[in-house]
């Protein structure tokens, strides 16, 4: 790829320093995608400009005239603390005609509901846990065709903000008491969704219109304490210490038969296209022991440290991680170019 000038957005806190030397594991856990990106692409001779947002458009803009990237590298997951303003963020370098990677503003907005992307996706006849929502400031009663036990979680945020193993309820009491918990401490209204026992199941994909598929991936929780639920918690997912006592390890899915998962990439795919989804992400399902894939959620944007889940499998699919930060590049300048055209 000829050498291009990428503005990065990062959070101010996740600015990479230059080396990793000196810093703890969980230290550069924090900001390892931010690190790895800007490394890997100022590597492959790239000039690349991170820049921190908090809650402001004027420096992003000042980048633009100054700087004027060919792209926008975006990184960022919420704006103003907010994580559902990701899409705010991608309509306004849309508005100001500038190429950006990851996913359109409206595809962040269908993919970012819990509930409103079950729906759309459950049209479609792909299984999806029954749920219910319960509203800020309403009383909890839980419907009678939602059998316990359930999970419980944010409506809106993500990154397992807000799941602990607390979340999963086998009562109504508990169920209650956990709803409270994300009125008040998260701050936005809560789902309770059927807990589907099984296999923790990823899937990459990428592309705009033509799709590419990645190997179905698995997170798997090695050795939990007992009694524990296999589920990606916030210490499961961000906790390095955890996940090396847990034994949480990421890789290819093993011993799924060849139909299954055809059956789990076809279902991704169309999910993708389902919640209009481009650029890249990853789309996670719990398989269950009867073989039904049960569609979770759809991550636009998806974490891309080269160690993480969707670089791994694209690794493991032949796309070195130089290449798929390249591909994300391109995705992003082909769709401004493709809208320039048509519009
Ligand atoms: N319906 C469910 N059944 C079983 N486990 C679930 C269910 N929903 C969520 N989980 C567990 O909780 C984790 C986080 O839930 P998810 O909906 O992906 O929220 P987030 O957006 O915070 O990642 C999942 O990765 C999974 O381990
Ligand atoms: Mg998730």
Known sequence: MKPLRVLVLVHPDLLPPESTKGFSEQ???EWKTEYDVVRTLRRAGHEVRPLGVQDELKPIRDELESFKPDVVLTLLEQFSGEAIYDQNVASFLELMHVPYTGCNPRGLMLARGKDLSKTLVHYHRIATPAFAVFPMRRKVRRPARLPLPLIVKSLSEDGSYGIAQASVVDSDAKLAERVGFIHERIGTPAIAEQYIDGREIYVGVIGNERLRVLPVWELEFGNLAQGDWPIATERAKHNTDYQERRGIL????????????????????????TLELDGYARIDFRLAADGTPYFLEANPNPEIAESQ???????????????????????????????????
Request: glycine share 6%; hydrophobic share 45%; net charge positive.
């Open 27 to 29: 230290q550069i856990n």
């Open 250 to 273: 990421h890789g290819p899915a093993k011993n799924l038969p060849p139909e299954l998962v055809a059956r789990i990439q076809r279902s991704a795919k169309r999910i993708y296209r």
């Open 309 to 343: 889940e969707f670089a791994a499998a694209a690794r493991h699919d032949g796309i070195k991680y130089v290449d798929l930060l390249h591909r994300i590049l391109a995705l992003g300048m082909n769709r401004a170019a493709a809208t320039v055209s048509a519009g």
